[in-house]
Nanobody, 117 residues
Framework: QVRLVESGGGLVQPGGSLRLSCAAFGIVFETNTMGWYRQSPGNQRELVASITPSGDINYADAVKGRFTISRDNAKLTVYLQMNSVKPEDTAVYYC???????????WGQGTQVTISS
């Protein structure tokens, strides 16, 4: 059964840090581009960061210099290190996988991140 399971969300004060994790089950992890998306109320889901099987990384302009995406192929896990967070980072964060060969996408259930003092 294919599953992407996010963890690490929560409530953080502005300027703080948070690390999200996404564990993958049932996919050939090393041949998937892994990504983090987010969606806040009233807005469309948007790409935050992605990392290809070869390690190429893409960030949304809003998070460049603050967030870092990484992957551990041995642990079938992708991470999102969030530093210097801002209230506008508040959203549900979703893990995404896309097969390099079939382009099929999978989604996790999402984890809430709230930035507030």
């Amino acid at each position: 059964q294919v599953r992407l399971v996010e963890s690490g969300g929560g409530l953080v004060q502005p300027g703080g840090s948070l690390r999200l994790s996404c564990a993958a089950f049932g996919i050939v992890f090393e041949t998937n581009t892994m990504g983090w998306y987010r969606q806040s109320p009233g807005n469309q889901r948007e790409l935050v960061a992605s990392i290809t099987p070869s390690g190429d990384i893409n960030y949304a302009d809003a998070v460049k210099g603050r967030f870092t995406i990484s992957r551990d192929n041995a642990k079938l896990t992708v991470y999102l290190q969030m530093n210097s967070v801002k209230p506008e980072d508040t959203a549900v964060y979703y893990c995404n996988s896309e097969s390099h060969y079939t382009k099929r996408q999978r989604w996790g259930q999402g984890t809430q991140v709230t930035i507030s003092s």
